[in-house]
């Protein structure tokens, strides 16, 4: 099985980044056989353009490696901090450049990642608008990680312990969630239910 994580971040120093890696590692801890990190970092797809549908060579290029990267995924974790309220530009438009063919009927686990104690309105707008052409499937567990500075250090001096034991258990518990998720959801693309030339957007 394999998971790979989404870094919705722009920034190259970003604490959701932090978070990304420390998924990765709870999986590359026995959870699962591989894992793969996608990071938004320094924006590196540009903004979608007709381009994309119509197979221009330098759309492909840059996205190929990202499509093999994510079809050959079994499930996904999207960090996504909370930027005045919104998910960032990068990750919207991360789903607009990928679809069906890479995320269809998979699961997902949306970690939000905020500085206080925000961080619910990127988890209800990943919900409410970027699965529906994708068919991406979320879960219904999810995690918001505040006070995202205080806790995943890996200097334990700079954690707030209690927090820091709270997300690590949390984040694991969930991870194995969304690991079960990718057992069943395979079993749903495997039977062929699915697929079809008729109905290629959602409703």
């Known amino acids: 099985m394999k998971i790979t994580v989404i870094s919705g971040s722009h920034r190259e120093q970003a604490q959701s980044l932090k978070v990304a890696h420390h998924i990765k590692a709870t999986l590359d801890n026995g959870m699962v056989d591989e894992t793969a990190l996608v990071s938004l970092a320094n924006n590196p797809l540009p903004l979608w353009d007709m381009g994309v549908w119509e197979g221009e060579e330098d759309w492909s290029r840059l996205l190929n490696p990202i499509r093999a990267e994510l079809a050959s995924s079994d499930a996904f974790v999207v960090v996504t901090p ?104 395979r079993q749903v693309r495997d039977s062929g239910a699915a697929k079809t030339e008729q109905f290629k957007n959602g409703m």
């Open 82 to 185: 909370e930027w005045h309220g919104q998910v960032p530009a990068g990750l919207k438009n991360f789903f607009l450049l990928f679809g069906q063919h890479e995320l269809g009927h998979k699961p997902a686990m949306i970690v939000a990642v905020s500085a206080g104690d925000g961080g619910a309105y990127p988890v209800a707008e990943l919900r409410m608008s970027s699965y529906k052409n994708s068919r991406l499937c979320y879960i219904p567990e999810h995690v918001i990680v505040r006070h995202v500075e205080q806790v995943l250090n890996d200097d334990p001096g700079q954690n707030n312990r209690e927090a820091d034991e709270y997300f690590r258990a949390r984040i694991q518990w969930a991870l194995g969630i969304l690991r079960e998720y990718a057992v069943a959801l």
